[in-house]
């Protein structure tokens, strides 16, 4: 098995993926993670959130080496931090897809 694979070998499909991937990647920004709501009070008795409301924020949650480390979204960031979440995910589902097309591959050469 080399390391490089020639067009040819593979299908429309995969080479689909492939493309997706590589457009992905290099064109739109991209962001390993996930995003928690979070809800909390403030202790002012006289702010909304004492009536049970509550104030919202969002975190970007990372584990990485075994450590989880978080931070706060700005509102201004929310939905650029949002789409660049979606897209690592789209990227990892796509990866997925082509290691499973591999795969397949490696097993059909080993019989």
Do not use: N
């Not at 004492?50 to 450590?67: C, D, F, I, N």
């Amino acid at each position: 098995m080399s390391g490089h694979i020639s067009r040819a070998e593979l299908s429309a499909a995969e080479r689909s993926l492939r493309s997706r991937i590589a457009q992905l990647a290099s064109g739109e920004r991209f962001l390993h993670g996930s995003l928690s709501e979070r809800i909390a009070k403030c202790g002012k008795p006289t702010c909304h959130c004492a009536q049970g409301e509550g104030h919202r924020s969002l975190y970007l949650v990372q584990s990485q080496a075994g450590k989880v480390r978080q931070i706060c979204v700005p509102k201004a960031w929310q939905e650029p931090v949002r789409q660049a979440v979606g897209v690592y995910q789209e990227i990892r589902r796509l990866l997925d897809e082509v290691s499973a097309l591999e795969w397949k591959r490696f097993q059909a050469r080993k019989r």
